[in-house]
């Protein structure tokens, strides 16, 4: 019998109840045998402890079989192969649900997380960023939301790297249905982890909670677009309780999108202003060997690389590259065909690029 799982699913208990049982009385299985005298000594409420003795007569085996056969792991606390970061948080979840094997603990994680109805700014932030540190071998977390959470997990995903959604839901149910996609192939390079029980619903008070996990995942959070109001500065606030390092990326004065942001930076979080810079300072060692600059001159030719150069996050015109490179117009649009197809840069609206790796 599987006695963690078992005491994970005892009904009435809160994740606080359990932590605190197990800590009194060394395991969960230990909680199982303990005579009802002892148990009621641990002191806990009388609600807790007659929910524990009624929850001696549940047959959780043939769940946890089928959970089994699902290709769903359930890690408690108890589990040496419980995330070593989690375990240190505050109310850290007593078990996690995941499926797909977790990420190796050794890699830096990055939380990236941000707006669901983002900017077309913020979203070639979040994918350029996710993609780069993906590619250097660091762990990209997230939610999973429309808007930046997705473009998050699509840089890693293009960079053929490890990323981790935490969802507010069970890891069953594909949440929003239109990341259906991005879903199935986080499966394919990371996994997909809950504290919730398979097949339960998406409610709103669970996202509140599931951002201590995306945090205590994680070695820094990045927020990248938020508004005054954002769950993402949630995200934020249980990073600091946690000790994580807090990074923003800076907005416009007068754009809500980045008022969130903007107040991050007010009260101290990092500014991350250059995507290179930023990565150089997390002194991140590619698993490749390689740094992004190093892999930038072997993928690019000489004027493909001055192209790229003058290319930011900020939507360009041809008549501005034009400008800046002092290239002929044919010879541009060739080199911007080039790199378009080579998935460096996007052309967001007609004849204006935008970088993309």
Not at 259 to 264: P, T
Request: aromatic share 8%; glycine share 8%; charged share 25%.
């Amino acid at each position: 019998m599987n006695y963690e799982y078992w005491f994970a699913n005892i009904p009435g208990l809160t994740n606080y109840a359990r932590l605190s049982l197990v800590a009194q009385a060394g395991s969960a299985r230990e909680l199982y045998f303990l005579p009802e005298r002892q148990l009621k000594s641990l002191g806990a409420e009388e609600k807790v402890t007659e929910a524990v003795i009624a929850g001696r007569k549940m047959d959780t085996e043939r769940a946890y079989t089928a959970l089994c056969g699902d290709g769903i792991s359930f890690i408690s606390i108890e589990d040496s192969a419980y995330p070593a970061r989690l375990k240190t948080i505050p109310d850290a979840p007593y078990g996690i649900y995941a499926k797909g094997p977790l990420p190796d603990g050794k890699e830096k994680h990055v939380a990236i997380v941000g707006a669901r109805m983002c900017s077309e700014y913020g979203r070639a932030v979040a994918t350029e960023l996710g993609r780069q540190l993906a590619a250097l071998g660091a762990c990209v977390v997230s939610g999973m939301a429309r808007g930046i959470d997705s473009a998050a997990h699509e840089g890693a995903l293009l960079a053929d790297g490890v990323t981790c959604a935490v969802l507010g839901c069970g890891v069953d149910v594909c949440y929003p249905k239109s990341a259906g996609q991005i879903y199935r192939q986080i499966l394919n390079r990371g996994c997909i982890l809950s504290e919730y029980p398979p097949n339960t619903p998406p409610l709103a008070a669970y996202f509140p909670q599931r951002n201590r996990i995306i945090s205590g995942m994680s070695d820094l959070v990045v927020v990248v677009e938020a508004k005054e109001r954002s769950g993402s500065l949630i995200t934020a606030d249980c990073a600091l309780e946690q000790g994580r390092d807090i990074y923003a990326v800076p907005g416009r004065l007068f754009d809500k999108l980045s008022a969130g942001c903007n107040d991050l930076i007010r009260q101290g979080a990092g500014i991350l202003s250059n995507i290179d810079e930023f990565i150089q300072e997390l002194d991140l060692c590619g698993a490749r060997g390689m740094s992004v600059e190093h892999l930038e001159k072997i993928l690019l030719e000489k004027q493909e690389r001055l192209v790229y150069s003058c290319v930011d996050l900020r939507p360009k015109s041809i008549e501005e590259l034009l400008a800046e490179t002092e290239l002929l117009l044919p010879d541009l649009a060739q080199i911007l065909a080039g790199l378009s197809q080579k998935g460096f840069i996007t052309e967001v609206f007609k004849n204006r690029y935008i970088r993309h790796i």
